[in-house]
T-cell receptor
């Protein structure tokens, strides 16, 4: 079955640590996205990539980094510079570059600070 | 500055009746609008979309209406079913800006049997 796989489902981070969230898709989609959801709020865009080896900052990129070395993978690193990392992180992908296509989401990773 | 707003945080409706969810936006450059449904601890599921060249799009029990002059869109669910109980998000994007979505804050729908 085609889809988007995010791992792990739950992640705990100690103060000062970097952690990396995995996102893999087998939909052959060109574009991939990372969003953050805080309780009772909508999703906010962290980073997005429309093509391999290229990515752009979203609305809340500070304290995060990404890479896009393969079409199917778009890992997100939450660095120690992100002061409030506790949130639900969602990865999405869509077909086409800049075209109006719906984004399809993974089931998310919940990150908590120990 | 919230560019997409869902002013009703929650909605309760009887099974079989119509659910109407509303969404307002401020950015006149938005030209593609979507509705997503989300259950707790899961990713959003795409429901239906509409481009700015249309004012209505229908898919089964779901219909989205777009009023560009009022910068307003709505989602109608008819008839509502208990399985429709979830949080619904509207989202908008600008075609020329790479399909980046701006989301509203969500409306929690409860369908009572």
């Amino acid at each position: 079955d085609g889809g988007i796989t995010q791992s792990p489902k739950y992640l705990f981070r100690k103060e000062g640590q970097n952690v990396t969230l995995s996102c893999e898709q087998n939909l052959n989609h060109d574009a991939m996205y990372w969003y953050r959801q805080d309780p009772g709020q909508g999703l906010r865009l962290i980073y997005y990539s429309q093509i391999v080896n290229d990515f752009q900052k979203g609305d809340i990129a500070e304290g995060y980094s990404v890479s896009r070395e393969k079409k199917e993978s778009f890992p997100l690193t939450v660095t120690s510079a992100q002061k409030n990392p506790t949130a639900f992180y969602l990865c999405a992908s869509s077909d086409g570059q800049g075209l109006s296509q719906p984004q399809h989401f993974g089931d998310g990773t919940r990150l908590s600070i120990l | 500055d919230q560019q997409v707003k869902q002013n009703s945080p929650s909605l309760s409706v009887q099974e079989g009746r119509i659910s109407i969810l509303n969404c307002d936006y401020t950015n006149s450059m938005f030209d593609y609008f979507l509705w997503y449904k989300k259950y707790p601890a899961e990713g959003p599921t795409f429901l239906i979309s509409i481009s700015s060249i249309k004012d209505k799009n229908e898919d089964g029990r779901f219909t989205v209406f777009l009023n560009k002059s009022a910068k307003h869109l709505s989602l109608h669910i008819v008839p509502s079913q208990p399985g429709d109980s979830a949080v619904y998000f509207c989202a908008a994007s600008v075609w020329a800006a790479g399909n980046k979505l701006t989301f509203g804050g969500g409306t929690r729908v409860l369908v009572k049997p």
